[in-house]
């Protein structure tokens, strides 16, 4: 299985950067993730829950970092097992380019095998299930880079006389 897309974050190279190296911020933003740790400065440890179709699995595994490029580009690999479900393994290329001093263009090329109950879901539910996963991350990762933003509320709103409120019209 292989995707290739691109996400768009409103934040400077060097912070994206520094948010793909911390596994806090990894942590919070992938999908069913439990655990993530740092093991040296190029791995990881992690413990995942996710459910594809009629199965859900933990899945343990190891991340490396390799083909560092700081704050350009990386590759990481992955590799996990989950008992029954099968096993995963893979990798992307993540690749960096400021479109301007302060919004950076992210973006990824993965490939993934997986094996055992998982691969005989079928290729459809599978390929729908990693680009869900994939958009989940990276919308969240983008929302963690940014930080959280100015939502208004209610009492900000301007209010409205009985009429604008009956006809919705302020």
């Not at 995942?48 to 990386?74: C, E, H, I, Q």
Request: include cysteine; hydrophobic fraction near 40%; aromatic fraction near 6%.
């Amino acid at each position: 299985m292989q995707m290739k897309d691109s996400q768009r974050i409103p934040a400077p190279k060097d912070k994206v950067w520094a948010a793909l190296n911390d596994p806090e911020v990894l942590k919070q933003c992938i999908p069913g993730c439990q655990s993530l740790e740092m093991s040296s400065p190029t791995e990881m440890t992690a413990t995942v829950v996710f459910r594809v179709g009629p199965v859900k699995a933990t899945f343990g595994g190891k991340v490396t970092l390799s083909d560092l490029d700081p704050p350009n580009s990386y590759r990481i690999s992955g590799e996990g097992s989950g008992g029954v479900a099968g096993f995963a393994k893979g990798g992307a290329t993540v690749r960096l380019e400021s479109e301007s001093p302060d919004v950076t263009m992210l973006y990824y090329d993965v490939d993934a095998q997986i094996g055992g109950k998982l691969a005989q879901l079928g290729q459809r539910l599978i390929d729908s299930t990693a680009n869900k996963l994939a958009g989940e991350f990276f919308s969240a990762f983008g929302a963690a880079v940014v930080g959280p933003a100015d939502v208004p509320t209610e009492a900000d709103a301007p209010r409205k006389g009985w009429i604008g409120r009956l006809t919705g019209a302020g």
